[in-house]
């Protein structure tokens, strides 16, 4: 995975937010004990960098401004302290630019093309997406979802929010097509819960 330089300084001037707590593999950790050798750490952070529209720039002094609202903010730098590269990622997998679909407040989706399939990558409330998915990703294997597993993630959320985060979820679909004009019920469902995340001021 591509890398920026190590001497990029992150300006204390867009740092109202942060990634505080991260719910992934069945296991409610602080953001920054999130690392690669996690076994469904690549899915979630391309999922987490499709899903984000924060812009970066690099600017003048080795700066970094960035558009969008703050939990967007803190998005972007968490992936960007992990050593990922937005522009790279959006290469890799590009968003679908001619699919229209009528989104929700809680619940944003977007399709990106990746080896000649296409994925479904949704961010919204738990309590909304949640009940749209059937799978959940574990070890990087995508599982049935199951009371039990449903009954963990619900504890995660609560837990969270006890915290004072603000809490939103990540799902995918993989599709072998798509039509340009979609039904976000049709869409949206049956999808693999991917994690949990947690944003808070610092």
Partial sequence: MEKLPQEIVITEAIQEKEVVDVYLDRKLEN???IDENGKSFGVFMHSLILSNYTELSITRGNGIGALGNDNEKAIALFT???????????DLAPKITDFKIDSEPDLVPSIHSINEKFRVVAKGSPVDLMQRCTYVV??????????????????????????????????????????????????ASDMTFVALVGIGKT
Avoid: C, H, P
Avoid at 80 to 90: H, P, S
Avoid at 149 to 160: D, G, P, S
């Fill in 80 to 90: 960007l302290n992990k050593g990922f590269n937005k522009t790279l990622i959006d």
């Fill in 138 to 187: 574990i070890d990087s294997r995508v599982i049935k979802l199951t009371r039990k597993l449903v009954r963990e993630i619900n504890n995660a959320f609560w837990t969270m929010v006890a915290k004072g985060l603000m809490v939103y979820a990540l799902a995918i679909k993989d599709l072998t097509d798509y039509t340009k004009e979609a039904d976000l019920q049709e869409l």
């Fill in 31 to 33: 953001a920054e004990q």
